[in-house]
């Protein structure tokens, strides 16, 4: 069975950093491409990050280029996604999500997500 | 940036009755298109693949058809437990993008 938990979301400052977790299970971690996806209270679902199953190659939307770092461990099947510089905006629940195959696909599973609020 | 535009944004359907819900992309995304099923409180749930194919363990009442740029999401006889909100995702292109959603409530 497909296993995805996050971990990491917490309240923190505008301007703040946090690093969140995903520990994926059931599934060859490192044949998988994975993803970060968000959605504000109220809002719709919104694409972060992706990553491919090496590791090679990394996707993120505008809105957080250059201030959030996806990264991967296949020793122990975790997913990463580094916030730096966060802003109020960047309020929303974190999804990570599994896709089919080493490169961008589908989101074939979900873990339940982990909500960061960044407030003063 | 591929734009999705999912239409209506609300639709009221009665029990039993059939939900016909589109997704239109800017530009064509051949069949790289997904439908997801979200719950009040819950992660969102992979309906559709590849434009029409049914994830593992979905409903046969529910059917995905399009290709290009206009998509379409079927559920043929809706039951109380699909009342929910949908969105249709193109993975064609970086980034990907979803669409706003469709809410589908009970009439």
């Known amino acids: 069975e497909v296993q995805l938990v996050e971990s990491g979301g917490n309240l923190v400052q505008p301007g703040g950093s946090l690093r969140l977790s995903c520990a994926a299970s059931?599934?060859?971690?490192?044949?998988?491409?994975m993803n970060w996806v968000r959605q504000a209270p109220g809002k719709g679902l919104e694409w972060v990050s992706s990553i491919t199953g090496s590791g090679g190659s990394t996707y993120y939307a505008d809105s957080v280029q250059g201030r959030f770092t996806i990264s991967r461990d296949s020793s122990t099947n975790t997913l990463f996604l580094q916030m730096n510089s966060l802003r109020a905006e960047d309020t929303a629940v974190y999804y990570c999500a599994n896709s089919p195959g080493f490169s961008g696909s589908h989101f074939a599973f979900w873990g339940q997500g982990t909500l960061v609020t960044v407030s003063s | 940036e591929v734009v999705i535009t999912q239409s209506p944004p609300t639709l009221s359907v009665s029990p039993g009755e059939r939900a016909t819900l589109s997704c239109r992309a800017s530009q064509r995304v051949n069949s790289n298109l997904a439908w997801y099923q979200q719950k009040p409180g819950q992660a969102p749930r992979l309906l559709i693949h590849?434009?029409?194919i049914g994830a593992t363990g979905i409903p046969a009442r529910f059917s995905g058809s399009g290709s290009g740029t206009e998509f379409t999401l079927t559920i043929s006889s809706l039951q109380s437990e699909d009342f929910a909100i949908y969105y249709c995702?193109?993975?064609?292109?970086?980034?990907?993008?979803f669409g706003q959603g469709t809410n589908l409530e009970i009439k």
């Open positions: 059931g599934f060859t971690f490192s044949s998988n491409a």
């Open positions: 995702q193109q993975y064609n292109n970086w980034p990907f993008t």
């Open positions: 590849s434009a029409s």
